[in-house]
């Protein structure tokens, strides 16, 4: 079971909420998106909280975005015998991770309410589309993303418990 743990920059709008790591690829600036950095949450909570106090001062183009930080953790499925460990949490709140090339991947979830249709039964998670509660439902939006995607999907159990201190942009 691949493992994400640490903190994550995270900017909602009416629209979007977005979860920031930091820089992975040749982009400049602060933080990088997590869906393209690899899944690479920020190492420590003070450099989290300095790179949401750059965001929220306004060095970002997210503007009235309620900046905030979070601890999150994240088990990716790599095999059956993940998926039984999945089967046993209390807290059920699944995402599929499906990757575009090798560097983009995307956190889908169920339809929120402002959510354009991805792969029939899905959204993404930054998009207003909530976690799954059922497993059941997120095996198959991965399988519909590898089927019609044509890339790799998995299913993922996460946690993100936001910390105090969100600021508007």
Same mark, same amino acid.
């Given at each position: $079971?691949? $493992?994400?743990?640490?903190?994550?920059?995270?900017?909602?709008?009416?629209?979007?909420?977005?979860?920031?790591?930091?820089?992975?690829?040749? $982009?400049?600036?602060?933080?990088?998106?997590?869906?393209?950095?690899?899944?690479?949450?920020?190492?420590?909570?003070?450099?989290?909280?300095?790179?949401?106090?750059?965001?929220?001062?306004?060095?970002?183009?997210?503007?009235?975005?309620?900046?905030?930080?979070?601890?999150?953790? $994240?088990?990716?499925?790599?095999?059956?015998?993940?998926?039984?460990?999945?089967?046993?949490?209390?807290?059920?709140?699944? &995402?599929?991770?499906?990757?575009?090339?090798?560097? &983009?991947?995307?956190?889908?979830?169920?339809?929120?309410?402002?959510?354009?249709?991805?792969?029939?039964?899905?959204?993404?998670?930054?998009?207003?589309?909530?976690?799954?509660?059922?497993?059941?439902?997120?095996?198959?939006?991965?399988?519909?993303?590898?089927?019609?995607?044509?890339?790799?999907?998995? &299913?993922?159990?996460?946690?993100?418990?936001?910390?105090?201190?969100?600021?508007?942009?």
């Amino acid at each position: $079971m691949k $493992m994400v743990d640490g903190y994550v920059v995270t900017a909602r709008t009416n629209e979007r909420l977005l979860f920031f790591g930091p820089v992975e690829t040749d $982009m400049s600036g602060d933080a990088e998106n997590l869906e393209t950095n690899g899944l690479v949450p920020i190492p420590s909570l003070g450099e989290a909280r300095f790179i949401a106090g750059r965001f929220a001062d306004g060095r970002r183009v997210l503007k009235n975005a309620a900046v905030g930080v979070g601890r999150i953790r $994240m088990e990716i499925a790599e095999n059956e015998s993940d998926l039984d460990a999945f089967r046993r949490k209390r807290n059920r709140s699944f &995402v599929v991770i499906f990757a575009y090339g090798k560097e &983009v991947m995307n956190l889908l979830g169920k339809h929120g309410p402002t959510t354009r249709r991805d792969f029939d039964s899905g959204g993404r998670l930054n998009e207003n589309a909530a976690p799954f509660e059922d497993l059941g439902e997120a095996l198959h939006l991965a399988s519909e993303a590898r089927r019609q995607g044509q890339s790799p999907a998995a &299913v993922a159990w996460y946690r993100l418990r936001a910390l105090k201190g969100a600021r508007r942009a």
